[in-house]
């Protein structure tokens, strides 16, 4: 039998117990969401994007992202029907941009970008 010497790092040390647990758990939901407040999500983004299916995602994305964030999806969800379009996409960008790292922020379109003079004159027409 084979004597097992520790190996030493730099990295913390990993409890195996928490990757099993989360592998493990990875397809169970723990919260709920009103049924009705899923519908009247994706019929709101359906009539903005005139397609079911990227209402369903747009609609589980925001839910599964305020859940997160442990905000109130029925309150979003009421801001949302009494924006415009344009800015319903920059509050949609803000809300997933609060779960994501620094450096994978998503960005939107702007028509009247603010760039300053260094970064203006590197852009080549």
């Not at 723990?30 to 049924?35: A, S």
């Not at 519908?39 to 369903?56: G, I, N, P, R, S």
């Amino acid at each position: 039998m084979a004597d097992f010497k520790p190996v030493y790092s730099n990295l913390p040390p990993k409890d195996p117990g928490k990757t099993a647990d989360y592998f493990n758990n990875y397809f169970k939901a723990y919260r709920n969401i009103d049924v009705n407040l899923y519908d009247a999500a994706v019929a709101l983004f359906e009539k903005q994007t005139k397609d079911k299916d990227v209402a369903q995602t747009i609609a589980t994305t925001l839910i599964a992202a305020t859940l997160e964030q442990e905000m109130d999806f029925g309150l979003l969800l009421d801001k949302f029907t009494k924006m415009n379009i344009d800015d319903i996409n920059k509050y949609m960008v803000t809300v997933l941009n609060l779960n994501r790292k620094n450096s994978s922020y998503i960005g939107y379109k702007s028509d009247n970008p603010n760039t300053g003079t260094y970064v203006s004159r590197a852009i080549l027409p």
